[in-house]
């Protein structure tokens, strides 16, 4: 099997509307990291000294090969990207290899039985 990383920058509000629309579209789990910071175009604006920049959040979730455009589609409809700037990003990239995936792949093999 091959297989993709999507990494997702999220506000953190939308985390779990977004974790939900990924698994609705075939992702098996994903790892979250908490309070991630970025900066857009524009540098966030500043009150004495502090930034008043949204919480985010940065999802990685592996998945196979074939699903992996369906589930960043969902993402940036449900994050909201396309319609408000600064929203989100996310986009996915080649796994050459991992370890560790082996329920993963059971749960997939096992979907993919269920749609047949």
Do not use: W
Request: charged content about 25%; hydrophobic content about 40%; cysteine-free.
């Amino acid at each position: 099997m091959k297989f993709k990383l999507i990494i997702a920058f999220i506000e953190n509000t939308k985390t779990d509307k977004i974790m939900q629309a990924a698994r609705d579209a075939g992702a098996t789990g994903a790892t979250i990291v908490s309070d991630a910071r970025g900066e857009g175009l524009k540098p966030q604006h500043t009150f004495f000294g502090l930034n008043l920049e949204s919480q985010r959040n940065m999802l990685m979730f592996i998945v196979e090969e074939h699903l992996g455009r369906t589930i960043l589609e969902k993402i940036s409809e449900v994050g909201g990207f396309k319609k408000t700037p600064g929203s989100g990003i996310a986009f996915q990239i080649n796994i050459e290899d991992a370890v560790g995936l082996e329920t993963q792949i059971l749960a997939i093999e096992e979907g993919m039985k269920k749609s047949t």
